[in-house]
């Protein structure tokens, strides 16, 4: 019986995290372990200064926890999980994309990086429609892929993000090996005055987010593909590391 640890960071209440419940069911044991309330754009963030509670879910499926999404993941591995670890952690189904940049501002990936950190096998799920989510059809890939790594794990130290577009799963074009999109947000802030009269501001969108290459997880998306992204935790960047600093920096002794 395989062991899978699902988390996310909409909240124990969101439909997508259902539906990847009901998704992952069939392909073993499953411990929910997910925020008490909406932890989007969390990112890595952990619980230090105050108690971390957890309560059981009233049917049985795992617990909610009062803290971020790596802090349920971090809280899972080391206390719900006595029968031995999981043998895959799985985020999401995010309401919303998580391709690009995006990942870097991500509760739903940092969840899965976390368990990533820690040598488990890790899947991020998005499903690319913020408003009226229908998540039928990205449960169905949550599924297919699942059991996939399942099967045949990534190397160590590598996630995979998958990103999948809106629409009935008649309407995919299919899955598609993708790299993380460079493209820059570009934040749209909503000026408003409070009742007496001090602006406060509210990140109310994105402008335009479009990717620029060809295995771009944000094109792969925008053209009808599932992007499977695999993301490294290791942000050693090998180019300057391997070239030594170019001589300006690196390994030597210290002026005295
Ligand atoms: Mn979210």
Redesign the pocket.
Known sequence: MKRILLA???GAD?P?LQAAYEALAPLGQVTLVAPNS????ASHAITLETPLRAAKLSDERGYRVWGHPADCVKLALDQFFPDGPPDLVVSGI???S?GGVLVHY???VAAAKEATLQGYAAMAI?LCQWKDPEYAASAKVLRLVAERLLANPLPRGVLLNVNVPKGPYEDLKGLRWTRQSLAPLSDLYERREDPRGRAYYWLSGTGPFRGDAERDDLIAVEKGYVALTPLRVDWTDESSYGGGGGGLLGDGALPK
């Not at 909406?38 to 754009?41: I, K, L, M």
């Open positions: 996310n960071d909409d969101s997508g909406q932890e989007s754009g995010n309401q919303g998580n991500s509760g739903t998005s």
